[in-house]
């Protein structure tokens, strides 16, 4: 098993552009987690999903959008990148609710210049 | 709504010595998690802390749930170099079903 895999590792934009992350999971998981990371910083909870087909929003949504057409799949887009945007970016999965442990993919560095 | 405290933030300590790090939650959750972070890498899972009173061991890493001091542990016995990393505890929310409330990570140094 793969487990949680995000696309691409890194990304430089311009301020306006706009991009989508992808995060896949292959372990039949229910729910999946954006969360941003700022240096030195802990976790921030951007979108969450509770199944297919569903999207709700975390702590930080603004300049964010999410869909999960595909259960296995949990794409994040920024549609106008700004330089408050420059983080790390991690997806997460977790079978089910309580909530349950979360397993984590290996992040996407982005840089918005 | 829960929040989650960790301390100490950061820590630095000799290899050979014992130490804890706290994570003080503020309302009621039933499950506690500990993750760990290596410098520029993605969380890892350590222990999953289910009901009052467990207790997890992995090598020198022992982790602890109080639910009714609203408090785990995470205790580092006879440090070594390779537990250099930032430890992240989380809880469940009352509130939501989905969501776990993090910690803000403690930044922990082992000096050979």
């Known amino acids: 098993n793969a487990g949680v895999t995000q696309t691409p590792k890194f990304r430089v934009l311009k301020t306006g552009q706009s991009m989508t992350l992808l995060c896949a999971q292959d372990?039949?998981?229910?729910?999946m987690y954006w969360y941003r990371q700022d240096p030195g910083m802990g976790l921030r909870l951007i979108h969450y999903?509770?199944?297919?087909?569903?999207?709700a929003k975390g702590e930080v949504p603004d300049g964010y959008n999410v869909s999960r057409l595909k259960k296995q799949n949990f794409l994040l887009g920024l549609e106008s990148a700004a330089p408050s945007q420059t983080s790390v970016y991690f997806c997460?999965?977790?079978?089910?609710?309580?909530?349950?442990?979360?397993?984590f993919g290996p992040g996407t560095r982005l840089t918005v210049l | 709504e829960l929040k989650v405290e960790q301390n100490p933030l950061f820590l630095s300590m000799q290899e050979g010595k014992n130490y804890t790090i706290y994570c003080n939650y503020s309302?009621?959750?039933?499950?506690l998690y500990w993750y760990r972070q290596d410098p520029g890498k993605s969380l890892e899972s350590l222990f999953v802390?289910?009901?009052n009173g467990a207790v997890k061991q992995e090598g020198r890493l022992m982790a602890s749930l109080d639910t009714k001091a609203r408090l785990s542990t995470l205790h580092i016995t006879a440090a070594v170099h390779d537990l250099s990393a930032t430890y992240f505890c989380?809880?469940?929310?009352?509130?939501?079903?989905?969501?776990?409330?993090w910690g803000a990570g403690t930044k922990l140094i082992i000096k050979p």
């Open positions: 989380a809880g469940g929310s009352p509130d939501s079903n989905y969501q776990l409330i």
């Open positions: 997460a999965s977790c079978r089910s609710g309580g909530p349950g442990e979360q397993f």
């Open positions: 802390l289910l009901s």
């Open positions: 309302t009621t959750s039933d499950r």
């Open positions: 999903s509770v199944g297919e087909g569903t999207t």
């Open positions: 372990m039949n998981h229910e729910y």
